[in-house]
């Protein structure tokens, strides 16, 4: 394949379509697949358990697919997906998973920035954003189209909410609500994530009522019950709010405050 460069080393089980590209030193071992379209550069390493999408772009010195770093981890067969059209920049290191849930695995449509790390077990969903040396503890679940500041921590078994913003250099040690914004030392929450929802199309009746409801959980002087409550006493059928308290129901570190 004159798309593969001659320095690279692939091993013969790995399956690679026609027509994707492999950069110098990168080396590819067996239990591997990468689908069409895809480019990987140079000094790559990609381990077993590798799945790779379609029209993904894998960036100078990543390294995909390697062990846990979990000292109870005994060698299983594991893997780490990634989506299709999935961006991953310099140095961005991804553990596969162990057997707790199998795999490890970054969703369609992402932006890894430099130097970003996921570590075992972590399902991050579509259309995420980790910016410059975020770092992901093991078991973290990340839902759709969240955005992570630079050098942030997110500590293991944490939840993040679809439509999330994060800002940098911060501790995620709770879970993170949907739609929000959260900054500060500790990470509180800071309003709606309003530019975000209007860019992705939300509509103005939709972020009012975002609005309110996070005006009771967060703003009143009720406690995380209380609200919840007083919000199932008001919204009916509203998809978003419904998110919102599944979302704190299934939380089992808690919200940030």
């Known amino acids: 394949m004159s798309n593969i460069h001659p320095s690279a080393v692939i091993d013969k089980k790995a399956g690679l379509a026609d027509d994707v590209t492999i950069g110098p030193f990168t080396v590819i071992e067996g239990d591997v697949t990468i689908d069409s379209g895809s480019r990987i550069d140079s000094h790559v390493y990609i381990a077993d358990g590798a799945r790779i999408g379609k029209n993904c772009h894998?960036?100078?010195?990543?390294?995909?697919?390697?062990?846990?770093?979990?000292?109870?981890?005994?060698?299983?067969?594991?893997?780490?997906?990634?989506?299709?059209?999935?961006?991953?920049?310099?140095?961005?290191?991804?553990?596969?998973?162990?057997?707790?849930?199998?795999?490890?695995?970054?969703?369609?449509?992402?932006?890894?920035?430099?130097?970003?790390?996921?570590?075992?077990?972590?399902f991050v969903g579509d259309n995420c954003i980790l910016s410059n040396a975020v770092q992901l503890g093991g078991h973290v679940t990340i839902e759709d189209w969240v955005i992570i500041g630079g050098v942030t921590p997110v500590h293991q078994f944490c939840r993040i909410g679809q439509h999330a913003f994060i800002g940098g250099a911060l501790r995620?040690?709770?879970?993170?609500?949907?739609?929000?914004?959260?900054?500060?030392?500790?990470?509180?929450?800071?309003?709606?994530?309003?530019?975000?929802?209007?860019?992705?199309?939300?509509?103005?009746?939709?972020?009012?009522?975002?609005?309110?409801?996070?005006?009771?959980l967060y703003r009143s002087h009720l406690n995380t019950s209380q609200a919840v409550e007083k919000i199932k006493s008001i919204f009916k059928d509203?998809?978003?709010?419904?998110?919102?308290?599944?979302?704190?129901?299934?939380?089992?570190?808690?919200?940030?405050?």
Do not use: W
């Open 58 to 122: 894998i960036h100078h010195g990543s390294v995909i697919s390697t062990l846990p770093q979990d000292l109870k981890f005994q060698n299983d067969r594991t893997f780490f997906e990634i989506g299709d059209n999935t961006e991953i920049r310099e140095y961005t290191t991804l553990n596969r998973g162990t057997s707790h849930r199998g795999k490890s695995k970054v969703g369609k449509n992402c932006f890894l920035m430099a130097y970003s790390h996921i570590a075992h077990d972590c």
């Open 238 to 257: 509203v998809p978003e709010i419904e998110n919102i308290l599944k979302f704190i129901e299934k939380s089992e570190r808690g919200i940030i405050k």
């Open 172 to 216: 995620v040690i709770k879970d993170v609500p949907p739609y929000i914004l959260a900054a500060d030392l500790p990470l509180t929450y800071k309003g709606i994530n309003i530019i975000g929802l209007k860019r992705r199309g939300f509509d103005s009746d939709t972020i009012k009522n975002l609005q309110r409801c996070y005006r009771y």
